[in-house]
């Protein structure tokens, strides 16, 4: 691939950017692939897709990026994560979720975190979700402040919820966090790449009354609603004999079960609640690595999917997956699902690729904005170089996009018309001074893994 400055074209304006040469996967409705695409892009949104041979005479850019032989398909959408976590890499590991959670995480989170540890945190996900492919994320998390400034100056788009856990908190704490909830919200609502969201943690962290409550102001501010749902069979029976019900019926039964809500795994629903999170329109993200790290089950996708679901995949947290990496994700959702229901066709290529991208969206209320590459969306697009031994020979993208494509494999990332990386440089954020502070403040927090061992 190469850039260089255009001009000359006849029939067509001065645009931006524009993307020539190169197999374009559009994800539209039609699945159009062009076998040598081009796309044009102006103030931050896709004014053409179309044949290289078409845009190249009717455009003329500011820049353009020869693409070649490589692959231009939308930016990857993660459901979910908590980009922070990353400072919690390999901290704890091969443990069943509360385990996890109660021994290692929690301690790990009340010790050390601060809007600078999450801070730091947060760019070294960002950086690593961007040369993965990643253009949009979905986070929730604690100081989510300094998580939006971080994704900000990243350049990324994204989703933040500003998390709550009610557990072992007082009456005073709760209205300390309902109030800091509403000031993230107003405070992040006018940024453009940034739609700020209300977490309440899960159903067994979070009571029925302020869960009602979280989502009302979530419906008054007109944001969405993120949250863990129905992750392990434990977390199920402990709803079930608290409250008689499981928990993706005891969201239902309190309203909040909606269009608003985006729930992170639903891997433990039954056939009648796969209906229900289908008609409801609730936003459901598949993680499948976490999923199997932690021993939590793997989610009935396939059953999802049929009944007409809106499925989008998440890496969810280094912590519990050790890498962003949803090229991963892709290809472990497409593989994963044919193993356990010995059917090859459980979840096709293309299926674990639209999780990945306009269904993602979809889960998200995004696709008005990406997921696509279409005109009049946002320039969220990604090129990936097919020069690589794991991609030669080629016969169908698709299948190399689901089953052979790494993140190493990804060379520019373009994000609302910016280039953010450029032939694998990160433009937005200084990577080397990322890493050196988060080792150091990996050896503070490793003091606390020492002390447990």
């Not at 539209?28 to 040598?36: C, H, K, M, S, V």
């Not at 490589?70 to 890499?89: C, E, K, S, V």
């Not at 159903?203 to 869960?211: E, G, I, M, Q």
């Not at 909606?258 to 999170?277: G, K, Q, S, T, Y």
């Amino acid at each position: 691939m190469s850039t260089q400055a255009a001009g000359g074209a006849q029939g067509g304006g001065e645009v931006e950017l524009l993307v020539l040469g190169g197999i374009v996967v559009t994800m539209d409705p039609g699945r159009t692939i062009l076998a040598e695409g081009a796309i044009a892009v102006s103030n931050g949104r896709i004014l053409a897709v179309g044949p290289r041979a078409e845009l190249a005479v009717r455009f003329t850019a500011g820049r353009t990026i020869e693409a070649g032989q490589a692959l231009i398909m939308p930016g990857l959408i993660d459901g979910h994560t908590h980009l922070p976590m990353t400072l919690f890499r390999g901290l704890a590991d091969d443990l069943p979720l509360h385990a996890w959670l109660e021994q290692h995480v929690w301690p790990a989170e009340h010790r050390f975190l601060n809007p600078e540890t999450v801070r730091w945190g947060t760019r070294l996900g960002a950086a690593e979700l961007i040369h993965s492919g990643v253009t949009t994320c979905c986070d929730m998390y604690f100081f989510e402040d300094s998580v939006a400034e971080a994704v900000r100056e990243a350049g990324l788009r994204a989703i933040l919820g500003q998390a709550v856990i009610e557990a072992g908190s007082a009456g005073a704490d709760v209205e300390r966090m309902v109030a800091d909830v509403e000031r993230f919200v107003e405070r992040w609502r006018v940024d453009e790449r940034i739609v700020p969201a209300i977490a309440p943690h899960a159903p067994y962290t979070v009571s029925p009354d302020l869960f009602r409550r979280l989502h009302a102001l979530s419906a008054r501010l007109d944001v969405p609603l993120l949250t863990h749902l129905a992750e392990t069979q434990e977390e199920s029976r402990d709803i079930v004999a608290r409250y008689g019900r499981t928990p993706a019926r005891h969201l239902a039964e309190l309203g909040v079960l909606d269009e608003r809500l985006i729930a992170a795994h639903c891997v433990w629903v039954n056939a009648e609640e796969i209906e229900l999170l289908a008609a409801r329109r609730t936003g459901i993200v598949h993680c499948p690595r976490s999923n199997l790290k932690l021993a939590s089950g793997v989610a009935p996708v396939p059953d999802l999917l049929r009944a007409g679901a809106l499925v989008g995949l998440g890496t969810d947290g280094a912590a519990s997956n050790n890498e962003l990496d949803l090229l991963s994700e892709i290809q472990v959702a497409a593989l994963i699902h044919k193993g356990v229901r010995l059917d090859p066709l459980a979840v096709p290529a293309f299926a674990a690729l639209e999780m990945a991208t306009i269904g993602g969206a979809r889960a998200l209320k995004l696709d008005h904005l990406t997921g696509s590459l279409e005109a009049g969306k946002r320039a969220d697009l990604i090129i990936v170089d097919l020069d690589e031994n794991n991609l030669v020979p080629l016969y169908d993208p698709v299948s190399h996009l689901a089953y052979a494509v790494a993140a190493a494999d990804v060379r520019t990332v373009v994000i609302d018309g910016r280039v953010v990386l450029d032939d694998d440089e990160l433009l937005t954020l200084d990577e080397a001074e990322v890493r050196r502070q988060v080792r150091t403040l990996a050896t503070e927090i490793g003091s606390l893994r020492s002390v447990r061992a």
